[in-house]
């Protein structure tokens, strides 16, 4: 356990009784670590924090000073984040290049040809980057003339369907990577959904959530939950397939009952109930969530979390998540 500290730094927070130093108290050690050390040193046992507090008592013996270390408490060295954070950086500034792109040859801007080599030099980079991070790249278009293909489908017919397409393709990704290494952890699909919509609700969703310091920020999660599942409702719910089981019409904005119709129809029969009862829990969670005032991390944590879930199974369940299923 000692070698934790071969590459960190220590300091103390020292409380002083009747203004002498001679009856000085260090009450807390606070030892700085680099990312890799600090994530181990977070998750020590009792026993091996008491290590670690027995070798820091003997790199620094207390009683020399008149001093006592009751507490040891474990920080991050943000130095140790400089470079990582500016390869990111470096990594979200090729990302908007190709997105810039990507959206200028599809809404009247340069001919593809004159900028398909930039853009596939730049696509292989990211590519790479990509990989050694071990993310998902979320474009699938290697060659503009593959992006050609998809908005001259009909699927993205006016230059605003293939801005907020673009934008909603890396949103999630872009979220990732400002995050660092604080981020959301690995999930079964890190790629967006091809919802734009809803791909751009949920990156701000994991923004909000990761810069919220507040009650009010808190609460603001909340509010766009609320928002990605009215837009994933108003996705995929088809008012004369998915009749309400309660016989009760919709309103615009009443997700919960329009995605009860849907997984209603879309998972029903025996076959499908254990499927349709974990949707329909992760569904009213989230539902419940979003409708409280959550007014703290984990309430807020918990809402985001259970919308994802929501905004997945219905993805895989639509077809969205099926191999070479390309969205839109």
Same mark, same amino acid.
């Given at each position: &356990?000692?070698?934790?500290?071969?590459?960190?730094?220590? *300091?103390?927070?020292?409380?002083?009784? !009747?203004?002498?130093?001679?009856?000085?108290?260090?009450?807390?050690?606070?030892? !700085? =670590?680099?990312?890799?050390? !600090?994530?181990?040193?977070?998750?020590?046992?009792?026993?091996?924090?008491? =290590?670690?507090?027995?070798?820091?008592?003997?790199? %620094?013996?207390?009683?020399?000073?008149? &001093?006592?270390?009751?507490?040891?408490?474990?920080?991050?060295?943000?130095?140790?984040?400089?470079?990582? =954070?500016?390869?990111? @950086?470096? #990594?979200?500034?090729?990302?908007?290049?190709?997105?810039?792109? &990507?959206?200028?040859?599809?809404?009247?801007?340069?001919?593809?040809?004159?900028?398909?080599?930039?853009?596939?030099?730049?696509?292989?980079?990211?590519?790479?980057?990509?990989? *050694? #991070?071990?993310?998902?790249?979320?474009?699938?278009?290697?060659? /503009? %003339?593959? %992006?050609?293909?998809? %908005?001259?489908?009909?699927?993205?017919?006016?230059?605003?369907?293939?801005?907020? !397409?673009?934008?909603?393709?890396?949103?999630?990704?872009? $979220?990732?990577?400002?995050?660092?290494?604080?981020?959301?952890?690995?999930?079964?699909?890190?790629?967006?959904?091809?919802?734009?919509?809803?791909?751009?609700? #949920?990156?701000?969703? +994991?923004?909000? #959530?990761?810069?919220?310091?507040?009650?009010?920020?808190?609460?603001?999660?909340? /509010?766009? +939950?609320? *928002?990605?599942?009215?837009?994933?409702?108003?996705? $995929?719910? *088809?008012?004369?397939?998915?009749?309400?089981?309660?016989?009760?019409?919709?309103?615009?904005?009443?997700?919960?009952? &329009?995605?009860?119709?849907?997984?209603? $129809?879309?998972?029903?029969?025996?076959?499908?109930?254990?499927?349709?009862?974990?949707?329909?829990?992760? /569904?009213?969670?989230?539902?419940?969530?979003?409708?409280?005032?959550?007014?703290?991390?984990?309430?807020?944590?918990? +809402? @985001?979390? @259970?919308?994802?879930?929501? $905004?997945?199974?219905? =993805?895989?369940?639509?077809?969205?998540?099926?191999?070479?299923?390309?969205?839109?």
């Amino acid at each position: &356990m000692a070698a934790l500290l071969d590459n960190a730094s220590i *300091e103390f927070d020292v409380s002083s009784t !009747y203004g002498s130093l001679l009856f000085s108290q260090i009450t807390t050690a606070e030892i !700085y =670590a680099p990312l890799q050390d !600090y994530e181990r040193l977070k998750s020590l046992s009792p026993a091996d924090g008491q =290590a670690i507090l027995d070798a820091i008592l003997e790199i %620094w013996p207390p009683r020399a000073h008149n &001093m006592e270390i009751t507490t040891v408490v474990y920080r991050l060295d943000p130095s140790s984040l400089e470079g990582s =954070a500016h390869d990111n @950086a470096q #990594l979200l500034q090729q990302i908007d290049s190709l997105r810039n792109l &990507m959206i200028a040859v599809s809404t009247g801007g340069p001919r593809i040809d004159s900028v398909n080599a930039e853009y596939r030099s730049g696509y292989d980079n990211v590519d790479q980057r990509l990989r *050694e #991070l071990e993310l998902r790249n979320p474009n699938p278009y290697r060659d /503009l %003339w593959d %992006w050609y293909g998809k %908005w001259s489908s009909g699927d993205l017919p006016t230059y605003r369907s293939r801005r907020e !397409y673009i934008r909603g393709l890396f949103a999630p990704l872009e $979220v990732r990577l400002r995050e660092g290494p604080f981020g959301r952890g690995a999930e079964v699909f890190e790629e967006p959904t091809g919802w734009s919509r809803v791909d751009r609700a #949920l990156g701000e969703m +994991c923004k909000r #959530l990761e810069e919220a310091t507040s009650e009010e920020q808190f609460q603001a999660v909340g /509010l766009i +939950c609320r *928002e990605s599942m009215i837009s994933l409702a108003k996705t $995929v719910y *088809e008012p004369d397939r998915h009749v309400p089981t309660d016989g009760t019409t919709p309103s615009a904005s009443d997700a919960k009952r &329009m995605l009860d119709a849907y997984l209603a $129809v879309e998972l029903s029969g025996r076959t499908h109930e254990a499927a349709r009862k974990h949707a329909k829990a992760a /569904l009213d969670l989230a539902n419940n969530l979003q409708h409280r005032r959550t007014a703290t991390f984990r309430e807020a944590a918990l +809402c @985001a979390e @259970a919308t994802s879930s929501v $905004v997945n199974l219905i =993805a895989i369940v639509s077809g969205q998540r099926d191999p070479g299923a390309s969205g839109g």
